[in-house]
């Protein structure tokens, strides 16, 4: 079974400050995406990573696949209370089956 | 443009009941989806179709649940009878490619 572990489960941290979430696993991905999530609404799609190693920047957000496309990372520049959420990332394993990870809940503090 | 429609937003109804959760994917879109996401277990994927076909409904758990897509237009989602432990969010998603999935807002469904 292929699951997707993510870390840290929950952070509080202050306006201004930087973060990362790791999504790791033991199995290869063709491709990784990386959600987030509002209370009340559904996930929203932040990005595709597809090629080991790549790294792709939205803004404040830096997504980053692993080399071996076993996991990835997101980084947060200088957090704001807009970031609050919580952030899915989710492995493609074909045959258009995403596994999601278990989530990290993420709260900015004005 | 209008996103993945879910209907009901909330539902709220007694064990034994019949429940229907009902989407409209976006226009275009090839592929639906249909998600259970609770706490304890995450999101998890039920069943995806494909030009309205079913491909894999694997994650449904067990008889109970049943889904169909008889357009490209609609699909529901039936839970007959529920249990109190089929208390979850259900999420519709539509894609086109696989790189990319459209979720709906969720249907939060409370079995008494």
């Known amino acids: 079974t292929q699951l997707l572990e993510q870390s840290p489960q929950f952070l509080s941290i202050q306006e201004g400050e930087n973060l990362t979430v790791y999504c790791n696993s033991s199995?290869?991905?063709?491709?990784l995406q990386w959600y987030r999530q509002e209370p009340g609404e559904g996930p929203v799609l932040l990005v595709t990573?597809?090629?080991?190693?790549e790294v792709k920047k939205l803004k404040r957000l830096t997504f980053q696949f692993g080399d071996a496309r076993k996991d990835s990372s997101l980084h947060i520049t200088a957090a704001q209370p807009g970031d609050t959420g919580l952030y899915l990332c989710?492995?493609?394993?074909?045959?258009?089956?995403?596994?999601f990870g278990t989530g990290t809940r993420l709260k900015v503090l004005a | 443009d209008a996103g993945v429609i879910q209907s009901p937003r909330h539902e709220v109804t007694e064990m034994g009941q019949e429940v229907t959760l009902r989407c409209k994917p976006i226009?275009?879109?090839?592929?639906l989806f249909w998600y259970r996401q609770t706490m304890m277990r995450g999101l998890e994927l039920l069943i995806y179709?494909?030009?309205?076909?079913?491909?894999?409904d694997s994650g449904m758990p067990e008889d109970r649940f049943s889904a169909k897509m008889p357009n490209a237009s609609f699909s529901n989602l039936k839970i007959q009878p529920s249990e109190p432990r089929d208390s979850a969010v259900y999420f519709c998603?539509?894609?086109?490619?696989?790189?990319?999935?459209?979720f709906g807002p969720g249907t939060r469904l409370t079995v008494l």
């Open positions: 226009s275009g879109h090839d592929y």
């Open positions: 989710a492995g493609y394993s074909g045959t258009y089956k995403y596994i």
């Open positions: 990573v597809v090629t080991g190693g």
């Open positions: 199995s290869v991905f063709s491709s």
């Open positions: 179709f494909n030009n309205n076909v079913p491909i894999d």
């Open positions: 998603a539509s894609s086109r490619t696989k790189n990319e999935q459209f």
